[in-house]
């Protein structure tokens, strides 16, 4: 089966289940887990920043992210297509009971003029606007990247009116090596940063939050009240670190892939428009020759999985378990079709 649903499908290599197996492990309640503790100063170290928190998934870190920067009544500006607001259950709502300002914008990308006009004034009849969340790769952008240069014009207009910065950087390793950024940047640039280890790095499970000492501290707090207090972590944490020792440059793999199936699709009468397409995710418009349903079936019949987007859109998402032979067979599928 070629299963292109998710870059989240993917199992642990001998590799990486070795260094699981061969974990130190310890009560991360207690603060004794050797790994966990290891892979926070990892991922600090790599951004720059001063401490990091693991956690079980990137809601979990967007969640806590969004209650270390708000209280009652506040606001949170970001894309209408952003995950924290699509696909987090409203936990913006039922965790931090604050508003959201949606804002338009290219692929899922908004812009620091965009950011500038959607502050609130000073009204008790508006919510207070308080932070700035962008989301670096896109997923309902098609894996869209950032400029950086427009990441630090949005940071300059959050420092000038007083706006938390987070990124929710569940892909943000593909942006950087798609785009050839730096990770310190993006720590001098967010106040938080959340990671995700288990999309395109292929480890088993976890996310992380990035922030400075005193935010970290505090996010051990809600991560207890939210039920996310490990134990024995370290036998999955071992995968994050394995994750990120060796399984970030490779991302370029699926980057590629992702392109060859967008060339491939390009040539097709059934395909009528195909978003641009920068890293592993590929969505694309299919005629009314199919429907949603329809085509997805045709997929399966010939053992390949994809996901429905919205109307007559599918995604594609490659990964470290699409192989060359993978990609070989679904060229030759997509033809027949």
Avoid at 47 to 74: K, V
Wanted: net charge negative; glycine share 8%; proline share 3%.
């Amino acid at each position: 089966m070629i299963d292109l649903r998710s870059d989240t499908l993917t199992k642990p290599t001998p590799e990486m289940h070795a260094a699981m197996m061969a974990a130190e492990v310890g009560d991360d309640m207690f603060g004794e887990d050797p790994t966990v503790t290891a892979l926070e100063k990892k991922a600090a170290n790599m951004f720059g920043m001063e401490a990091a928190l693991y956690c079980a998934s990137g809601t979990m870190t967007n969640q806590i992210g969004i209650r270390l920067h708000t209280t009652l009544q506040d606001e949170v500006i970001c894309h209408k297509y952003s995950h924290i607001y699509l696909y987090e259950s409203g936990g913006i709502m039922s965790n931090s009971g604050v508003s959201v300002r949606l804002l338009e914008g290219d692929q899922g990308r908004i812009t620091a003029k965009d950011v500038k006009a959607a502050i609130q004034p000073d009204d008790i009849h508006s919510p207070v606007s308080r932070m700035v969340s962008l989301e670096n790769t896109m997923n309902k952008g098609g894996g869209s990247c950032y400029d950086f240069d427009e990441i630090l014009a949005i940071k300059k207009v959050c420092t000038e009116n007083g706006l938390a910065f987070h990124l929710d950087g569940a892909r943000l390793f593909n942006a950087l090596v798609a785009k050839n950024q730096k990770a310190e940047d993006y720590g001098r640039t967010f106040d938080t940063i959340s990671i995700c280890l288990s999309k395109g790095l292929g480890a088993p499970v976890g996310s992380l939050l990035l922030g400075s000492a005193d935010k970290i501290k505090r996010a051990k707090r809600v991560r207890k009240v939210m039920g996310g207090a490990w134990r024995q972590a370290g036998y999955i944490a071992a995968a994050g670190l394995y994750a990120l020792e060796n399984n970030i440059e490779r991302l370029a793999e699926d980057h590629k892939n992702a392109q060859i199936i967008a060339d491939t699709l390009k040539g097709l009468d059934y395909v009528e428009e195909i978003y641009p397409c920068e890293t592993n995710i590929l969505i694309f418009r299919i005629s009314e020759r199919y429907t949603n349903e329809s085509f997805l079936a045709k997929l399966k019949e010939h053992d390949v999985l994809a996901f429905g987007f919205g109307p007559q859109l599918i995604r594609f998402v490659t990964h470290y378990d699409f192989t060359p032979d993978h990609l070989t067979d679904l060229l030759q599928v997509l033809k027949k079709l």
